[in-house]
Protein backbone atom coordinates (compact mmCIF):
# COMPACT_ATOMS: atom_id res chain seq x y z
CA UNK A 1 0.00 0.00 0.00
CA UNK A 2 3.01 2.20 0.30
CA UNK A 3 3.42 1.65 -3.47
CA UNK A 4 0.65 3.90 -4.34
CA UNK A 5 1.56 6.68 -2.74
CA UNK A 6 4.69 6.84 -3.32
CA UNK A 7 4.16 6.91 -7.04
CA UNK A 8 1.27 9.30 -6.18
CA UNK A 9 3.89 11.95 -4.63
CA UNK A 10 6.15 11.03 -7.90
CA UNK A 11 3.34 11.91 -10.11
CA UNK A 12 2.48 15.26 -8.26
CA UNK A 13 6.47 16.27 -7.88
CA UNK A 14 6.17 15.47 -11.91
CA UNK A 15 3.46 17.42 -12.23
CA UNK A 16 4.42 20.49 -10.55
CA UNK A 17 8.25 20.44 -12.45
CA UNK A 18 6.34 19.94 -15.69
CA UNK A 19 4.69 22.97 -14.64
CA UNK A 20 7.50 24.86 -13.93
CA UNK A 21 9.90 23.83 -17.09
CA UNK A 22 6.36 24.74 -19.15
CA UNK A 23 6.14 28.09 -17.68
CA UNK A 24 10.11 28.81 -18.63
CA UNK A 25 10.03 29.22 -22.40
CA UNK A 26 7.22 32.07 -21.96
CA UNK A 27 9.36 34.36 -19.32
CA UNK A 28 12.95 33.40 -21.50
CA UNK A 29 11.73 33.70 -24.64
CA UNK A 30 12.74 37.59 -24.97
CA UNK A 31 15.36 36.93 -23.11
CA UNK A 32 17.31 34.17 -24.83
CA UNK A 33 15.83 34.48 -28.41
CA UNK A 34 15.20 31.07 -30.12
CA UNK A 35 11.71 29.41 -29.35
CA UNK A 36 12.64 27.05 -31.94
CA UNK A 37 13.20 23.60 -30.44
CA UNK A 38 12.34 24.60 -26.93
CA UNK A 39 10.89 22.80 -25.02
CA UNK A 40 7.50 22.95 -23.88
CA UNK A 41 5.55 23.48 -27.21
CA UNK A 42 2.68 25.16 -28.34
CA UNK A 43 4.70 28.74 -28.21
CA UNK A 44 5.04 30.38 -31.52
CA UNK A 45 8.53 30.20 -33.49
CA UNK A 46 7.49 32.56 -36.13
CA UNK A 47 4.94 33.11 -38.90
CA UNK A 48 4.74 33.43 -42.88
CA UNK A 49 5.92 36.76 -43.95
CA UNK A 50 2.89 39.25 -44.86
CA UNK A 51 4.87 41.35 -47.01
CA UNK A 52 7.27 40.78 -49.86
CA UNK A 53 8.30 44.40 -50.54
CA UNK A 54 11.27 45.72 -48.84
CA UNK A 55 13.37 42.82 -49.34
CA UNK A 56 10.80 40.59 -48.65
CA UNK A 57 10.99 42.25 -45.34
CA UNK A 58 8.37 42.41 -42.83
CA UNK A 59 7.57 39.59 -40.50
CA UNK A 60 8.07 36.31 -38.91
CA UNK A 61 11.48 35.90 -39.13
CA UNK A 62 13.17 38.54 -37.27
CA UNK A 63 15.58 37.73 -34.36
CA UNK A 64 13.93 38.04 -30.95
CA UNK A 65 17.13 39.48 -29.32
CA UNK A 66 16.96 42.85 -30.73
CA UNK A 67 14.42 45.52 -28.72
CA UNK A 68 13.73 43.34 -26.00
CA UNK A 69 14.49 44.35 -22.28
CA UNK A 70 18.36 45.40 -22.33
CA UNK A 71 18.30 44.49 -25.63
CA UNK A 72 19.15 48.11 -27.33
CA UNK A 73 17.03 48.83 -30.37
CA UNK A 74 17.34 46.55 -33.72
CA UNK A 75 19.70 46.84 -36.67
CA UNK A 76 18.07 49.05 -39.61
CA UNK A 77 18.73 46.33 -41.80
CA UNK A 78 16.77 43.01 -41.18
CA UNK A 79 18.97 39.88 -41.59
CA UNK A 80 18.16 38.42 -45.00
CA UNK A 81 18.22 35.10 -43.28
CA UNK A 82 17.54 33.43 -39.98
CA UNK A 83 20.81 33.16 -37.97
CA UNK A 84 22.50 30.48 -37.38
CA UNK A 85 21.41 28.67 -34.08
CA UNK A 86 18.31 29.59 -35.16
CA UNK A 87 17.28 33.03 -32.98
CA UNK A 88 13.78 33.71 -33.97
CA UNK A 89 11.07 35.54 -33.34
CA UNK A 90 7.92 34.74 -31.49
CA UNK A 91 5.08 36.59 -32.53
CA UNK A 92 2.11 35.34 -30.48
CA UNK A 93 -0.81 36.26 -29.44
CA UNK A 94 -1.47 38.59 -26.37
CA UNK A 95 -1.53 36.06 -23.54
CA UNK A 96 -0.50 32.49 -24.61
CA UNK A 97 -0.45 29.59 -21.73
CA UNK A 98 3.27 29.28 -21.43
CA UNK A 99 1.69 27.15 -19.07
CA UNK A 100 -2.06 26.42 -19.27
CA UNK A 101 -1.99 25.26 -15.63
CA UNK A 102 -5.38 26.03 -14.05
CA UNK A 103 -4.59 26.71 -10.33
CA UNK A 104 -6.81 26.83 -7.26
CA UNK A 105 -9.82 26.79 -9.15
CA UNK A 106 -8.60 29.23 -11.99
CA UNK A 107 -9.95 28.92 -15.31
CA UNK A 108 -7.49 28.70 -18.16
CA UNK A 109 -8.72 31.45 -19.86
CA UNK A 110 -5.28 32.34 -21.56
CA UNK A 111 -5.09 30.15 -24.64
CA UNK A 112 -6.81 27.31 -26.14
CA UNK A 113 -5.33 24.21 -24.90
CA UNK A 114 -4.90 21.40 -27.38
CA UNK A 115 -4.08 18.26 -25.79
CA UNK A 116 -2.72 20.06 -22.68
CA UNK A 117 -0.43 22.03 -25.11
CA UNK A 118 -1.19 26.06 -25.44
CA UNK A 119 -1.60 28.04 -28.34
CA UNK A 120 -1.10 31.56 -28.86
CA UNK A 121 -4.81 32.79 -29.31
CA UNK A 122 -4.51 36.59 -29.18
CA UNK A 123 -6.14 39.63 -26.54
CA UNK A 124 -7.05 37.73 -22.98
CA UNK A 125 -8.71 40.14 -20.83
CA UNK A 126 -11.82 41.77 -19.27
CA UNK A 127 -12.62 43.88 -21.95
CA UNK A 128 -15.86 42.70 -22.93
CA UNK A 129 -13.38 40.42 -25.50
CA UNK A 130 -14.23 37.29 -26.57
CA UNK A 131 -13.57 35.60 -24.12
CA UNK A 132 -16.54 36.94 -21.90
CA UNK A 133 -18.54 36.45 -25.18
CA UNK A 134 -17.74 32.84 -25.80
CA UNK A 135 -17.24 31.52 -22.60
CA UNK A 136 -20.11 33.24 -20.14
CA UNK A 137 -16.85 35.83 -19.13
CA UNK A 138 -15.33 36.82 -15.77
CA UNK A 139 -13.13 38.98 -15.87
CA UNK A 140 -14.36 42.50 -15.88
CA UNK A 141 -15.51 43.74 -12.46
CA UNK A 142 -14.60 46.89 -10.88
CA UNK A 143 -12.13 46.45 -7.69
CA UNK A 144 -10.88 49.26 -6.15
CA UNK A 145 -11.41 51.67 -9.49
CA UNK A 146 -9.49 49.45 -11.56
CA UNK A 147 -10.74 46.88 -14.15
CA UNK A 148 -9.72 43.13 -13.07
CA UNK A 149 -7.65 41.57 -15.95
CA UNK A 150 -8.37 38.12 -16.32
CA UNK A 151 -5.17 35.90 -18.02
CA UNK A 152 -3.63 32.79 -18.64
CA UNK A 153 -3.96 31.09 -15.22
CA UNK A 154 -0.46 30.06 -14.42
CA UNK A 155 1.12 28.31 -11.69
CA UNK A 156 2.29 29.93 -8.47
CA UNK A 157 5.72 28.41 -9.43
CA UNK A 158 6.00 30.26 -12.28
CA UNK A 159 5.19 33.76 -10.57
CA UNK A 160 8.30 33.15 -8.15
CA UNK A 161 10.12 32.80 -10.80
CA UNK A 162 9.21 35.92 -12.26
CA UNK A 163 12.35 38.50 -11.60
CA UNK A 164 12.55 41.67 -12.61
CA UNK A 165 12.98 42.50 -16.04
CA UNK A 166 11.86 39.37 -17.07
CA UNK A 167 9.02 39.46 -20.24
CA UNK A 168 5.78 37.17 -20.06
CA UNK A 169 2.98 36.92 -22.74
CA UNK A 170 0.80 35.64 -20.02
CA UNK A 171 -0.06 37.37 -16.82
CA UNK A 172 -1.23 35.17 -13.87
CA UNK A 173 -5.32 35.46 -12.74
CA UNK A 174 -6.19 38.06 -10.66
CA UNK A 175 -4.33 41.19 -11.61
CA UNK A 176 -5.95 44.55 -11.44
CA UNK A 177 -5.01 47.31 -14.07
CA UNK A 178 -3.42 50.33 -12.38
CA UNK A 179 -2.49 53.92 -13.83
CA UNK A 180 0.07 55.33 -11.29
CA UNK A 181 1.93 58.69 -11.88
CA UNK A 182 0.58 58.09 -15.66
CA UNK A 183 2.09 54.92 -16.25
CA UNK A 184 0.07 51.85 -16.44
CA UNK A 185 0.38 48.30 -14.86
CA UNK A 186 -0.72 45.40 -14.15
CA UNK A 187 -0.23 44.36 -10.90
CA UNK A 188 -0.61 40.45 -9.55
CA UNK A 189 -0.44 40.22 -5.64
CA UNK A 190 3.02 41.66 -5.20
CA UNK A 191 4.69 41.31 -8.69
CA UNK A 192 4.09 44.68 -10.37
CA UNK A 193 3.98 44.12 -14.63
CA UNK A 194 4.25 46.99 -17.49
CA UNK A 195 2.45 45.76 -20.48
CA UNK A 196 3.94 47.17 -23.58
CA UNK A 197 3.58 46.46 -27.62
CA UNK A 198 5.93 44.21 -29.02
CA UNK A 199 5.23 44.51 -32.55
CA UNK A 200 1.30 44.84 -32.71
CA UNK A 201 1.07 42.03 -29.13
CA UNK A 202 1.12 43.22 -25.85
CA UNK A 203 4.21 41.96 -23.59
CA UNK A 204 4.53 42.16 -19.76
CA UNK A 205 7.28 43.01 -18.35
CA UNK A 206 8.40 42.35 -14.12
CA UNK A 207 9.27 45.92 -12.98
CA UNK A 208 9.12 47.15 -9.12
CA UNK A 209 6.50 48.43 -7.60
CA UNK A 210 6.28 51.97 -8.03
CA UNK A 211 6.87 53.88 -5.40
CA UNK B 1 0.00 -2.10 -70.37
CA UNK B 2 0.95 -0.99 -73.55
CA UNK B 3 -1.17 1.61 -73.90
CA UNK B 4 0.09 3.52 -71.11
CA UNK B 5 3.35 2.85 -71.19
CA UNK B 6 3.26 4.21 -75.13
CA UNK B 7 1.98 7.72 -74.03
CA UNK B 8 4.53 7.89 -70.86
CA UNK B 9 7.25 7.25 -73.95
CA UNK B 10 5.14 10.11 -75.60
CA UNK B 11 5.37 12.07 -72.21
CA UNK B 12 8.60 11.85 -72.07
CA UNK B 13 9.62 12.92 -75.49
CA UNK B 14 7.14 15.55 -74.61
CA UNK B 15 8.98 16.88 -71.28
CA UNK B 16 12.31 16.42 -73.21
CA UNK B 17 10.92 18.33 -75.78
CA UNK B 18 10.12 21.00 -73.65
CA UNK B 19 13.44 20.95 -71.57
CA UNK B 20 15.09 21.94 -75.39
CA UNK B 21 12.95 24.41 -76.16
CA UNK B 22 13.22 26.30 -72.58
CA UNK B 23 17.33 25.97 -72.37
CA UNK B 24 16.95 27.51 -76.30
CA UNK B 25 14.95 30.20 -75.18
CA UNK B 26 17.07 30.75 -71.85
CA UNK B 27 18.87 34.09 -72.04
CA UNK B 28 16.59 35.61 -74.80
CA UNK B 29 13.32 37.07 -73.99
CA UNK B 30 11.39 34.56 -72.72
CA UNK B 31 7.52 34.35 -74.18
CA UNK B 32 6.84 30.57 -73.90
CA UNK B 33 5.43 30.93 -70.68
CA UNK B 34 1.95 30.69 -71.44
CA UNK B 35 2.46 27.53 -74.10
CA UNK B 36 4.68 25.88 -70.89
CA UNK B 37 2.27 26.81 -68.36
CA UNK B 38 -0.29 25.04 -70.17
CA UNK B 39 1.57 22.17 -70.53
CA UNK B 40 1.66 21.90 -66.80
CA UNK B 41 5.49 22.76 -66.90
CA UNK B 42 6.25 25.85 -64.57
CA UNK B 43 9.49 24.68 -62.71
CA UNK B 44 12.22 26.65 -64.20
CA UNK B 45 13.03 28.36 -61.38
CA UNK B 46 15.88 30.60 -62.43
CA UNK B 47 13.74 32.10 -65.22
CA UNK B 48 12.37 35.69 -65.24
CA UNK B 49 9.92 35.88 -67.56
CA UNK B 50 10.19 39.98 -68.24
CA UNK B 51 6.52 40.10 -69.27
CA UNK B 52 5.64 39.83 -65.52
CA UNK B 53 8.25 41.67 -64.38
CA UNK B 54 6.97 44.37 -66.57
CA UNK B 55 3.29 43.31 -64.96
CA UNK B 56 4.47 43.86 -62.20
CA UNK B 57 6.02 47.37 -62.22
CA UNK B 58 2.78 48.72 -64.28
CA UNK B 59 1.13 47.78 -61.39
CA UNK B 60 3.25 49.70 -58.73
CA UNK B 61 3.30 52.46 -60.72
CA UNK B 62 -0.50 52.59 -61.27
CA UNK B 63 -0.80 52.15 -57.54
CA UNK B 64 1.33 55.38 -57.52
CA UNK B 65 -1.36 57.21 -59.24
CA UNK B 66 -3.87 56.41 -56.50
CA UNK B 67 -3.75 59.54 -54.12
CA UNK B 68 -6.64 57.53 -51.66
CA UNK B 69 -6.52 53.89 -51.32
CA UNK B 70 -9.77 52.13 -49.86
CA UNK B 71 -9.29 48.44 -49.48
CA UNK B 72 -10.88 45.80 -47.81
CA UNK B 73 -8.62 42.60 -47.14
CA UNK B 74 -9.40 38.83 -46.13
CA UNK B 75 -6.51 37.67 -44.68
CA UNK B 76 -5.24 34.57 -43.72
CA UNK B 77 -1.85 34.00 -41.89
CA UNK B 78 -0.35 30.86 -40.55
CA UNK B 79 1.74 30.92 -37.27
CA UNK B 80 4.31 28.58 -36.41
CA UNK B 81 4.14 26.28 -33.36
CA UNK B 82 7.70 25.63 -31.93
CA UNK B 83 6.77 21.59 -33.06
CA UNK B 84 6.04 22.86 -36.47
CA UNK B 85 2.45 22.43 -36.59
CA UNK B 86 0.97 25.67 -37.89
CA UNK B 87 -2.16 27.69 -36.91
CA UNK B 88 -4.36 29.47 -38.99
CA UNK B 89 -5.32 32.83 -38.12
CA UNK B 90 -8.18 34.42 -40.28
CA UNK B 91 -8.75 38.36 -40.27
CA UNK B 92 -10.46 41.31 -42.17
CA UNK B 93 -8.56 44.31 -42.89
CA UNK B 94 -9.28 47.65 -44.12
CA UNK B 95 -7.54 50.45 -44.76
CA UNK B 96 -8.03 54.07 -45.93
CA UNK B 97 -5.05 56.10 -46.58
CA UNK B 98 -4.49 58.87 -48.21
CA UNK B 99 -1.43 59.95 -49.76
CA UNK B 100 1.47 60.83 -48.37
CA UNK B 101 0.44 60.90 -45.09
CA UNK B 102 -2.81 59.78 -43.72
CA UNK B 103 -3.86 56.20 -43.31
CA UNK B 104 -5.99 54.20 -40.78
CA UNK B 105 -6.09 50.24 -40.79
CA UNK B 106 -8.44 48.62 -39.03
CA UNK B 107 -8.03 44.61 -38.33
CA UNK B 108 -10.58 42.85 -37.38
CA UNK B 109 -10.49 39.27 -35.80
CA UNK B 110 -12.42 37.59 -32.91
CA UNK B 111 -8.92 37.84 -30.92
CA UNK B 112 -6.17 40.33 -31.61
CA UNK B 113 -8.21 43.01 -32.88
CA UNK B 114 -5.88 46.33 -33.96
CA UNK B 115 -6.75 49.61 -35.53
CA UNK B 116 -3.74 51.66 -37.06
CA UNK B 117 -4.32 55.63 -36.92
CA UNK B 118 -1.80 57.75 -38.57
CA UNK B 119 -2.47 61.53 -39.13
CA UNK B 120 0.48 63.14 -39.79
CA UNK B 121 1.96 63.77 -36.91
CA UNK B 122 1.49 61.00 -34.44
CA UNK B 123 0.90 56.99 -34.86
CA UNK B 124 -1.20 55.26 -32.74
CA UNK B 125 -1.86 51.60 -32.63
CA UNK B 126 -5.25 50.77 -30.36
CA UNK B 127 -6.19 46.91 -28.68
CA UNK B 128 -9.71 47.61 -28.43
CA UNK B 129 -10.39 44.51 -26.31
CA UNK B 130 -7.62 45.06 -23.71
CA UNK B 131 -7.98 49.09 -24.24
CA UNK B 132 -4.69 49.70 -24.55
CA UNK B 133 -2.81 51.90 -26.82
CA UNK B 134 0.45 53.57 -27.72
CA UNK B 135 1.06 57.04 -29.73
CA UNK B 136 4.34 57.81 -30.45
CA UNK B 137 5.51 60.56 -33.07
CA UNK B 138 5.60 59.71 -36.84
CA UNK B 139 7.62 60.26 -39.67
CA UNK B 140 6.00 62.45 -42.35
CA UNK B 141 5.04 59.56 -44.86
CA UNK B 142 3.59 56.53 -44.96
CA UNK B 143 6.67 54.77 -46.07
CA UNK B 144 9.15 56.43 -43.70
CA UNK B 145 6.39 55.41 -41.03
CA UNK B 146 5.97 51.91 -42.16
CA UNK B 147 9.84 51.57 -42.13
CA UNK B 148 10.32 53.08 -38.88
CA UNK B 149 7.17 50.75 -37.21
CA UNK B 150 9.36 47.35 -39.00
CA UNK B 151 12.82 48.87 -37.74
CA UNK B 152 12.39 49.95 -34.29
CA UNK B 153 9.09 48.18 -33.20
CA UNK B 154 8.24 45.19 -34.65
CA UNK B 155 5.29 46.13 -35.83
CA UNK B 156 3.86 45.57 -39.63
CA UNK B 157 1.71 47.91 -40.97
CA UNK B 158 -1.10 45.40 -42.68
CA UNK B 159 -1.00 45.22 -46.68
CA UNK B 160 2.44 47.55 -46.30
CA UNK B 161 2.98 45.64 -49.88
CA UNK B 162 0.14 48.63 -51.46
CA UNK B 163 2.78 51.12 -50.44
CA UNK B 164 5.96 49.95 -51.12
CA UNK B 165 5.31 48.82 -54.94
CA UNK B 166 6.36 50.98 -57.19
CA UNK B 167 8.71 52.50 -55.01
CA UNK B 168 12.09 52.03 -54.45
CA UNK B 169 11.35 49.84 -51.91
CA UNK B 170 9.70 47.55 -53.86
CA UNK B 171 11.86 46.96 -56.76
CA UNK B 172 11.70 43.85 -58.17
CA UNK B 173 15.87 43.12 -58.75
CA UNK B 174 15.29 40.64 -55.32
CA UNK B 175 13.06 38.56 -57.68
CA UNK B 176 14.97 35.82 -58.89
CA UNK B 177 12.67 34.08 -60.40
CA UNK B 178 9.02 35.47 -62.27
CA UNK B 179 6.76 33.22 -64.49
CA UNK B 180 3.20 34.30 -65.38
CA UNK B 181 0.76 31.28 -65.17
CA UNK B 182 -2.32 32.72 -67.45
CA UNK B 183 -5.37 34.03 -66.40
CA UNK B 184 -7.24 33.11 -63.18
CA UNK B 185 -10.27 34.93 -61.60
CA UNK B 186 -10.56 35.96 -58.03
CA UNK B 187 -14.17 37.04 -56.68
CA UNK B 188 -15.05 36.88 -60.53
CA UNK B 189 -12.59 39.70 -61.85
CA UNK B 190 -10.52 38.12 -64.25
CA UNK B 191 -6.78 38.42 -62.91
CA UNK B 192 -3.61 37.21 -64.54
CA UNK B 193 -1.62 35.10 -61.88
CA UNK B 194 1.69 35.37 -61.54
CA UNK B 195 4.95 33.41 -59.71
CA UNK B 196 7.61 34.98 -58.22
CA UNK B 197 10.48 33.33 -56.26
CA UNK B 198 13.05 36.05 -54.31
CA UNK B 199 15.24 35.01 -51.25
CA UNK B 200 13.32 33.05 -48.51
CA UNK B 201 9.84 33.69 -50.20
CA UNK B 202 7.86 32.06 -53.19
CA UNK B 203 5.11 34.83 -53.66
CA UNK B 204 1.53 34.58 -56.28
CA UNK B 205 0.48 37.40 -57.19
CA UNK B 206 -3.36 37.75 -59.16
CA UNK B 207 -3.59 41.20 -60.76
CA UNK B 208 -6.54 42.69 -62.04
CA UNK B 209 -6.88 42.66 -66.21
CA UNK B 210 -8.05 45.41 -68.20
CA UNK B 211 -7.40 49.56 -67.38
CA UNK B 212 -7.38 49.26 -63.59
CA UNK B 213 -4.05 46.89 -62.70
CA UNK B 214 -4.70 46.47 -59.29
CA UNK B 215 -3.95 43.69 -57.26
CA UNK B 216 -6.19 40.99 -56.20
CA UNK B 217 -4.48 38.62 -54.37
CA UNK B 218 -1.55 37.86 -52.86
CA UNK B 219 -0.17 34.48 -51.41
CA UNK B 220 3.05 34.42 -49.45
CA UNK B 221 5.13 31.07 -49.09
CA UNK B 222 7.62 31.45 -46.47
CA UNK B 223 10.92 29.43 -47.22
CA UNK B 224 12.66 29.72 -44.19
CA UNK B 225 10.82 27.53 -42.01
CA UNK B 226 10.47 23.85 -42.71
CA UNK B 227 7.09 24.05 -42.13
CA UNK B 228 6.35 26.58 -45.38
CA UNK B 229 3.96 29.26 -43.81
CA UNK B 230 1.56 30.64 -46.26
CA UNK B 231 0.27 34.34 -45.74
CA UNK B 232 -2.98 35.11 -47.91
CA UNK B 233 -4.26 38.38 -48.60
CA UNK B 234 -7.64 38.60 -51.05
CA UNK B 235 -8.30 42.51 -51.66
CA UNK B 236 -11.73 44.08 -52.60
CA UNK B 237 -11.17 47.80 -53.80
CA UNK B 238 -13.08 50.67 -53.67
CA UNK B 239 -11.55 53.29 -55.55
CA UNK B 240 -13.84 56.15 -55.46
CA UNK B 241 -13.94 56.57 -51.70
CA UNK B 242 -15.68 59.09 -49.81
CA UNK B 243 -14.06 60.34 -46.19
CA UNK B 244 -12.30 62.89 -43.98
CA UNK B 245 -9.16 63.98 -42.02
CA UNK B 246 -11.49 62.83 -38.86
CA UNK B 247 -10.71 59.03 -40.14
CA UNK B 248 -7.34 59.09 -39.03
CA UNK B 249 -7.45 60.80 -36.08
CA UNK B 250 -7.52 58.48 -32.78
CA UNK B 251 -9.37 59.56 -29.72
CA UNK B 252 -8.60 57.37 -26.53
CA UNK B 253 -11.75 56.10 -24.88
CA UNK B 254 -11.86 57.49 -21.26
CA UNK B 255 -11.50 53.99 -19.97
CA UNK B 256 -8.12 53.45 -22.26
CA UNK B 257 -4.96 53.02 -20.77
CA UNK B 258 -1.77 54.33 -22.51
CA UNK B 259 0.93 51.66 -22.77
CA UNK B 260 4.57 51.95 -24.29
CA UNK B 261 5.85 50.04 -27.13
CA UNK B 262 8.74 47.30 -25.87
CA UNK B 263 11.39 49.20 -27.54
CA UNK B 264 10.99 52.65 -26.14
CA UNK B 265 9.94 50.75 -22.86
CA UNK B 266 13.57 48.46 -22.67
CA UNK B 267 15.36 52.55 -23.20
CA UNK B 268 13.49 53.77 -20.43
CA UNK B 269 13.67 50.97 -17.72
CA UNK B 270 17.92 50.18 -18.57
CA UNK B 271 17.96 54.50 -18.35
CA UNK B 272 16.35 53.74 -15.35
CA UNK B 273 18.31 50.87 -14.34
CA UNK B 274 21.34 52.92 -15.18
CA UNK B 275 20.27 56.12 -12.64
CA UNK B 276 20.29 53.74 -9.97
CA UNK B 277 23.73 51.97 -10.10
CA UNK B 278 25.17 55.69 -10.13
Redesign the interface.
Given at each position: MRYPIRILSLVLLTGAFVAAVLIE?ALAQRRGGG????R???????????????????????PSGG??????????Q?P???PAGGGN?N????ITGGGNITGGGNINRGGTVINN?P?????I?G????NNGYYGGCCYRPLAGA?VVGAAAVTGAAIAAASI?S?TYALPADCV?M?VD?V?YNQCGSTWY??????????Y?V?NPPQ | MIHSRTLWIGGTVAVAALAVAVLVTKGQTVRTTRERSAAGVVGDSSAIDPDAIAALENMGKYLRTLKTIDVHAV?T???????GQL?QKTSNVDVLAKRPDRLRAE?T??????TFYYDGKKFT?W??????Y?TIDAPSTIGDLA?KL???????L?L??LF??GTK??DTK?ITSAIDLGPSSVDGVTCEQYL?R????D?QLWIQLGDFPLPKK?V???L??EAR???M?VWTWNLAPSFNDAAFEFTAPS?A???????????R??AKAKGAAK
Open positions: PGRGMGGGMSRGGARPSVSRGGGGGGFRGGFGGGSRPARSQLMRPGNRVNVGDNGGGWAGVVVLTQPSFEGSTTTTV | VHDEVQTDVVDDRQPRLAPLLKFTDEDRYNVDPVDRWEGDFQEGVWIITTTDPQHSDKVIPFSADLADLS
